[in-house]
């Protein structure tokens, strides 16, 4: 074999081995860079600016706040001038803001940019625009460490997320109800935080009675707050939130809508698939699905359906319904018993990986509670333990 050097080796193999230009910027330049593209992408989605409205998107409500700080700072200005392509920093008012006598956090606060390292630039961190001192605040409260079991809390962010974009959930600001229970939902300090346990309750120095909370964040921490800790730093924050809990809406009101069935079937399979997995949790495994034809017809070719996981199916359990809406019926269950989704790959008939949904690893006898609830209306209070396997009150 011909003998080559380092250089023509590299070149034989298609590999470049021009050394990659070093950034230019400051980590904190890298960081302002990555809170301004999320302005950029609403831009290049909606074709407009984010604006101020009380009846919009949150994202864009927070993404409007982060611009007009922006337009304040022109050293922010000159660093972003070549990424403004559609002119969105025009009109600054050159607020009075020294740049200079601003530590790295404090402008990043001022920018509305999380300072925290994870995924500055993801569409879904929900982040806000913080003074110092409120950030300061905010620190005082309780530390934030990582959370090592954040991967059974994702889906529940990630449901969240989907909640507020299909309308399920609303976020409200925070006063009205001030109130903190196992379970609930809130935007404070720019992130989205879940109350993942309420401890007993305790009486604070001036009498009156408090709680230690386990709070998990939506981007990978956690902290050990006080209820009112809590309560203070959402009063605080103008931009704090609570974020409703689904409602029933009109899933069997008397008003039709687009997706409204007359009468309908909820039904639950249990897979005959050999998968190893699927074999060894079979009596646990069950797909949730709703139809307004013959469940049979569904199901008819589910061996060759990857959404059936290639493989025939057992009716396990179907339920009568009448004037439902099918789209939030299921948002329901996904909301209920997305801790539990069936995390599971599959390829299809083509060798392409799918991902099949309304799969869970729930027993068939909380499936029929939930079912039940769904009926008298008590669903929109429960919670899925899937410690205990069993449906709870949110309370």
């Known amino acids: 074999m011909t003998d080559l050097d380092d250089d023509e080796l590299l070149d034989a193999l298609g590999v470049d081995a021009t050394p990659r ?10 960081r302002i860079i990555a809170g301004f593209e999320d302005v950029l992408r609403f831009y290049k989605t909606h074709g407009r600016a984010p604006q101020h409205s009380e009846s919009g998107d949150i994202f864009e409500r927070l993404y409007a706040v982060r611009l007009d700080q922006l337009r304040k700072l022109p050293e922010v200005q000159a660093l972003l001038a070549g990424l403004d392509a559609p002119g969105l920093l025009g009109g600054a008012t050159g607020a009075n803001t020294d740049v200079d006598a601003l530590d ?15 995924d500055a630039s993801d569409i879904t961190v929900l982040r806000h625009v913080r003074s110092s001192t409120e950030k300061r605040a905010a620190e005082e409260v309780a530390d934030r460490i990582p959370c090592k079991d954040f991967d059974l809390f994702q889906p529940l962010f990630e449901q969240v997320e989907r909640d507020l974009k299909s309308g399920v959930r609303r976020a409200v600001p925070f006063g009205r109800d001030a109130s903190v229970f196992n379970g609930n939902y809130f935007v404070v300090g720019g992130q989205l935080a879940y109350v993942a346990e309420v401890g007993d309750t305790i ?7 408090d709680a230690r909370l386990r709070v998990i964040y939506a981007n990978g921490t956690e902290s050990n707050l006080l209820r009112r800790s809590l309560q203070r730093a959402l009063y605080k924050d103008e931009t704090g939130r609570r974020l409703s ?18 009468s309908g079937t909820i039904y639950v399979l249990r897979s005959c698939s050999s998968h190893p997995f699927v074999a060894e949790h079979r009596e646990l495994i ?7 034809g013959r469940v049979e017809s569904r199901i008819a070719a589910a061996d060759k359906d990857a959404t059936y996981l290639l493989a025939g199916v057992e009716v396990v359990a179907t339920y009568k319904l009448h004037n439902l809406n099918r789209t939030r019926l299921e948002n329901i269950f996904h909301r209920l018993f997305s801790a539990v989704q069936l995390d599971l790959t599959i390829a299809d008939r083509f060798g392409n990986p799918v ?23 008590s669903i929109a209070e429960m919670v899925y333990d899937k410690e205990s396997a069993r449906l709870t009150t949110s309370a």
């Open 286 to 292: 069950h797909k949730i699905g709703v139809t307004g």
């Open 203 to 209: 009486k604070a120095p001036n009498g009156e009675s």
């Open 245 to 262: 809990d689904p409602g029933m809406g009109p899933l069997f009101g008397e008003g039709a809508e687009p997706d409204d069935i007359q």
């Open 21 to 30: 230009k070093a950034s230019s910027h400051t980590p904190l330049e890298e």
């Open 355 to 377: 991902k099949p949904r309304e799969w869970f690893l729930v027993p068939l006898h909380v499936i029929d509670e939930a079912v039940q609830c769904i009926r008298d209306g």
């Open 104 to 118: 790295e956090d404090a402008l990043l606060a001022e920018l509305g940019v999380s300072a925290e390292p994870a």
